[in-house]
């Protein structure tokens, strides 16, 4: 069942926002030059060379999972086991967590680097991702009240509020909740993660009908999105989408399987 909480109505951000934003950071880069998340050389946050190093997912992507496939549609895995997201209607992801892009983004979540937020966010915002998702609120998956007392900020947040920002799209903070805090799914197997994260999220009623996209940083098996999906869709959700920046590597048996081919025994 759904759990009543407090929501306040989706406002549709505006580009002026993330523009007053970056003359703030700008004036605070003149008097603290920055260092690249990425490579550490002075002078950007994210430099050029490090963007271009980002290893994004190539299309075509799987119809559900969203992960490259050889040709249009569902991966062999999906195929074979078409609830494994499930209720997600999809999942996009940018790029693959590693090299330049999984250091900018450990540094934005445990380095209180939330200027970076903004700088990935456009990147996010100005992808491809956007040209298959319909219009739709952004939610940020919630952080429980006890890991945001610790980190200070929930990086999702920050990363929906510049993606809203620059695509003109309303955010919906407050219309899931974390109903329990969980422990960290780092080192957890996927079986581990959807336990861990099973019935942890609650959704506000107001969602009836409504389709939303769930902004993460990462990706790594998918089971956090899933459960937060499920609590929208028990509120009466029409559609979830999940669309985060980064994306774990699948595994070699996973890569035979979404590419057709049959795994070695």
Known sequence: MAVAVSARPDTVRRPWRLWLRQGLWAGIDLLFPPRCAGCGQPGARLCAACVAAFDL????????CGLPVALPGLCALCQAAPDRLAPLTGLRSLAWFDGPLQSALHRLKYQRDIIL?????????????????????????????????????????????AVADWRGLP????????????????????????????GAFAAHSSAVGLTFVLIDDVCTTGATLAACAAALVEAGAAAVWGVTLARARFSPVDSRLRAGRPTAK
Do not use: F, I, K, M
């Open 171 to 198: 955010v919906a903070d407050r219309v899931v909740r974390r109903a329990r805090h969980t422990p960290s799914q780092v080192g957890l197997s996927a079986a581990e993660r959807r336990a861990n994260v099973h």
């Open 117 to 161: 937020a903004d700088s990935l966010g456009v990147l996010l915002a100005h992808s491809v991702l956007w040209r298959e998702l319909p219009p739709a609120a952004l939610v940020p998956v919630p952080l429980s009240p006890e890991r945001r007392r610790e980190r200070g900020y929930n990086q999702a947040a920050l990363l929906a509020r």
């Open 57 to 64: 997912a190539p299309a075509p992507w799987c119809d559900h």
